[in-house]
């Protein structure tokens, strides 16, 4: 299994609205393409309305390099930029865990 969590500061309102948007349209292709993506959890953060976090789990390292190649991923890594103030990847060792088969 390959984990990932990442945090997305975005700039105002208006980049909140359009990040969201462009979160919408690339999760469909996440679901219908992507069967080595076991988890894609998109969240906005309690009392930071300019803050998203995802959480994001992989059946191995090469699911989520074929998850980074995807055309709706490469068109969201190109596009998402220009809602960013700020970005934190943290990649994830798992060490227990309920309701994700490893």
């Known amino acids: 299994m390959f984990a990932l969590v990442v945090r997305f500061d975005l700039k105002d309102e208006d980049a909140a609205v359009g990040f969201d948007r462009l979160t919408a349209e690339t999760l469909p292709g996440i679901q219908d393409l992507e ?3 076991l988890v894609y959890a998109t969240h906005r953060v309690e009392g930071e309305p300019l803050a998203r976090v995802f959480y994001e789990v992989y ?3 090469a699911a989520f390099d074929e998850h980074e190649r995807q055309p ?18 943290e990649f994830l060792e798992p060490m227990g865990m309920k309701g994700v088969a490893s």
């Open 35 to 37: 069967p080595g993506t």
């Open 72 to 89: 709706h991923t490469l068109r969201a890594l190109a596009e998402r930029e220009q809602y960013l103030s700020g970005v934190r990847v």
């Open 59 to 61: 059946r191995d390292r």
